[in-house]
């Protein structure tokens, strides 16, 4: 199991394709979403927006295996010590959460919609006759502006990282 697993000296293999696969899948997902917000509904956002969903649906089932992954890896991982390293596990848990949040409401709105639901032609929800409204409502004020939430967040990660890196030489060394 060496080198798939964590050491208190740089993530495993999972945890690693965990991070990149996601972080592929989200830059497709922000790519999309800032599209449409800059040029509006056209065939280029249309083809990203097919995905959407999809997509989603892909990375809340990748966040709770990662999120799971994670826990059963916790005291193998590299350590945050100190007040930075608290910053960052509370930074690692904001993230986290909204990778659940983000998606887990956009599918609470779904099932309310009493549309189905198949990502990648796999049923997930069926139809029903009917809306719920209360089970659309957090998506319909929240999903969007969580979502760029999100994304801001993602990138003073990422910058951090990058920052990090450059300062100490080996931030960088451990996820990739």
Known sequence: MAGWL???????????AFHWLMAAL??????????????????????????HYSLGFALFILALLRGAWGLANLGRRPPH?????????????????????VPGIALLRQYGSGRSFSPFGIPVMPGHV????????????GHDWLGFILLAVVLVHAATAFVHRVQKKDALTRIT
């Open 6 to 16: 964590d050491t208190p000296h740089r993530y495993g293999r999972i945890s690693r």
């Open 26 to 51: 989200f830059a497709w997902q922000f790519a999309g979403a800032l599209l449409y917000v800059g040029i509006g509904d056209t065939t280029i956002t249309r083809f990203l927006d097919r995905s």
């Open 81 to 101: 010590p100190g007040r930075l390293g608290r910053a960052v596990v509370a930074g690692h848990a904001l993230i986290y959460a909204l990778m659940v949040a």
């Open 130 to 141: 009917g809306r719920i409204s209360w089970m659309m409502a957090p998506a319909n004020l």
